[in-house]
């Protein structure tokens, strides 16, 4: 069992940045695929980052919506994943959620295929 825990989310202005964290504890998370999800009022939760482990080294993926602004990182040594979020804009406002799930085939953007989440921390971005 893995549980995740998010912190760093808050109330930031447009352009501004802030920096998420993921802590994992009951097992180590070595080898996990970690994802970042986000969901706004009324939508669906969706994709926002992944990274998984390849033989030619770590994997990412931003959504178009994020790429270029948001980076995916993770320290194994500290069980914690992270993801530093600049050039905020409004339409970024949503409760983000971490998640990990054990290298599989599965599509990495899939929220379904993650088998642990964290409990969510909300992020506001005033315009």
């Known amino acids: 069992q893995v549980l995740l825990v998010e912190s760093g989310g808050g109330l930031v202005q447009a352009g501004g940045s802030l920096r998420l964290s993921c802590v994992a504890s009951g097992r180590s998370f070595g080898y996990y695929t970690m994802g970042w999800f986000r969901q706004a009022p009324g939508k669906e939760r969706e994709v926002v980052a992944t990274?998984?482990?390849?033989?030619?080294?770590?994997?990412?993926h931003y959504s178009d919506s994020v790429k270029g602004r948001f980076t995916i990182s993770r320290d194994n040594a500290k069980n914690t994943a992270y993801l530093q979020m600049n050039s905020l804009k409004p339409e970024d406002t949503a409760v983000y959620y971490c998640?990990?799930?054990?290298?599989?085939?599965?599509?990495?953007?899939?929220?379904?295929?993650?088998?642990?989440w964290g409990q969510g921390t909300q992020v506001t971005v005033s315009s």
């Open positions: 990274m998984r482990f390849t033989s030619n080294g770590p994997s990412m």
């Open positions: 998640a990990a799930k054990p290298l599989n085939f599965d599509s990495d953007i899939v929220p379904s295929s993650y088998n642990y």
